[in-house]
């Protein structure tokens, strides 16, 4: 069944963070923040394992750069962080103003699982997978990995890391929609970079977890469309 990887994924995301809010509150807030830099450390050495078998770092480099551009212009995570806010206010009736902490912590773990949920190599090749029918594998261990952490980021930043399911439902399906046109267009290159250009992306998810700074990954996005595009013109 075509999209069943899909499916998969977005089910455990939606079990794991049931499970991270039913238990969030017995597990105290220091373990909870160690538990959420564990998985900053481990986030940001798979986007390095990534980054770094780049043939070319121009190329990621030049397509981030430029994408990044792009995303600013078009204000995606501005966009996304308002669809979050739409949310959170529909659905989670733990609010108390429109600037307490519980919209604050919503939107935040709605961007933040949403990122981490749909970048990254395993999103791409799982979507190629998951188009051809067989049995889904990639997506299923990527749907475990994503229900673990949704545990812990429900956990830290309540419901809105439910509504991530959301985003790997429309991401990945549309990906999977394609995905045989996906594999026939996506030389072993362009694929190298795209991978290399997704682990800057995660690795900057992982410094966002850790607190060190604050990149608007959603605007990061047009990057990887566009690395791809800059190998299949620019590559020799």
Do not use: W
């Amino acid at each position: 069944m075509r999209g069943l990887g899909t499916l998969i994924n977005v089910a455990l995301v939606v079990v794991g963070s049931g499970i991270g809010l039913m238990v969030g509150n017995r597990i105290p807030e220091r373990a909870r923040t160690t538990m959420l830099q564990v998985i900053g450390l481990v986030t940001i050495a798979l986007g390095v394992s990534d980054a770094i078998d780049t043939r070319n770092m121009v190329f990621p480099l030049v397509g981030m750069a430029v994408g990044a551009m792009i995303g600013e212009l078009l204000a995606i995570e501005d966009r996304l962080e308002r669809l979050g806010t739409r949310l959170q206010r529909r659905f989670d009736r733990d609010v108390t103003s429109t600037q307490g902490g519980s919209e604050r912590n919503f939107v935040k773990g709605f961007v933040t699982a949403s990122a981490l949920y749909c970048i990254g190599p395993l999103t791409v090749l799982g979507a190629i997978e998951d188009a051809s029918g067989a049995t889904p594998q990639l997506y299923i261990i990527k749907g475990l990995l994503d229900g673990f952490v949704s545990i812990m980021f429900a956990a830290t930043y309540g419901l809105g890391v439910a509504f991530s399911a959301l985003s790997v439902l429309v991401v990945q399906g549309g990906l999977t929609l394609g995905g045989a046109g996906l594999d026939s267009v996506l030389d072993d290159r362009m694929r190298t970079e795209l991978f290399a250009a997704g682990g800057l992306a995660v690795i900057g998810i992982g410094l966002n977890l850790l607190q060190v700074t604050k990149i608007r990954l959603a605007n990061l996005l047009p990057g990887l469309v566009l690395t791809p595009i800059l190998v299949a013109i620019f590559a020799v």
